[in-house]
């Protein structure tokens, strides 16, 4: 369930369907969802090693991370699910792993990934295709959405 945002530019409603819709529905009170399921995570750049596409933003626990370099692939923490997410493990949307980093302050991780079919996102596009990246919508300046070609 996602929050609306309120008020200003950016205080229209639903709109349209969450994920293709143009209205701009923020979740502001992720990161206090997170905290309050009680998961020790940490937030996880998934970026694409040879565009440099982030391809996702997402969270990985000690069991994920250890999963990652073991099994060379992207494996995140569900913090809505509290699980293990392999990610393609279902959709066949393996994303390689290259390279993992850790941030100065050891406080994030970034997945350097190379993607092993089309994409990394579960939605599709228009045509039925799994969309490169979680990232396919533009913010406006009249505060709406614009999905990118």
Request: hydrophobic residues 35%.
């Amino acid at each position: 369930v996602s929050t609306q945002s309120t008020g200003g530019v950016f205080g229209g409603g639903m709109g349209k369907e969450l994920e293709e819709g143009d209205g701009f529905v923020m979740d502001w009170q992720k990161l206090g969802k997170v905290a309050a399921a009680g998961c020790d995570v940490v937030p996880v750049v998934v970026q694409d090693h040879d565009t440099g596409e982030v391809q996702i933003v997402a969270y990985a626990n000690e069991e994920a991370l250890r999963e990652t370099v073991s099994q060379g692939v992207c494996c995140l923490w569900s913090t809505s699910r509290n699980e293990l997410w392999v990610k393609g493990a279902t959709s066949g949307d393996v994303l390689e792993l290259v390279q993992a980093r850790a941030n100065c302050e050891q406080n994030s991780l970034m997945y350097w990934v190379r993607p092993q079919r089309v994409g990394a996102c579960h939605t599709k596009d228009g045509e039925g295709n799994t969309r490169k990246s979680c990232y396919y919508r533009r913010l406006t300046s009249e505060g709406t959405l614009e999905i990118l070609q």
